[in-house]
């Protein structure tokens, strides 16, 4: 069992930006595949970014592309997303999340272990 928690999130201006964190408890963290994801109100939840065990290949959803980074610290067995320019449409609850599979998924049912959250709240 992976236990995730994520942190950074907050209130915003447009433009601005934030730094999201998810932190693992499993020690093999870093054999993991990690993804963000976000689900706003009335909305299904979407993918947003993801990142190899390794770190050294990420994919993006086309409406971060460019804004927003993620990386991983696997020696602090922590995910980070960087979000810059951020949009009100960028207003959601963020998930982080971990697949076993070893190839990048943006698909949320290839992801095994979630967080609980953690909200991003963009005011213009």
């Known amino acids: 069992q992976v236990r995730l928690v994520e942190s950074g999130g907050g209130l915003v201006q447009a433009g601005g930006s934030l730094r999201l964190s998810c932190s693992a408890s499993?020690?093999?963290?870093?054999?993991?595949?990690m993804g963000w994801f976000r689900q706003a109100p009335g909305k299904e939840r979407e993918f947003v970014a993801t990142?190899?065990?390794?770190?050294?290949?990420?994919d993006y959803a086309v409406a971060v592309k460019g804004r927003f980074e993620i990386s991983r610290d696997n020696a602090k067995k922590t995910v980070y997303l960087q979000m810059n320019g951020l949009k009100p449409d960028d207003a959601a609850v963020y998930y982080c999340?971990?697949?076993?599979?070893?190839?990048?998924?943006?698909?949320?049912?290839?992801?095994?272990?979630w967080g609980q959250g953690t909200q991003v709240t963009v005011y213009s």
């Open positions: 499993e020690r093999t963290f870093s054999s993991y595949t």
């Open positions: 999340a971990a697949s076993r599979f070893l190839t990048l998924s943006t698909l949320s049912a290839r992801y095994v272990y």
């Open positions: 990142i190899t065990d390794n770190g050294r290949m990420t």
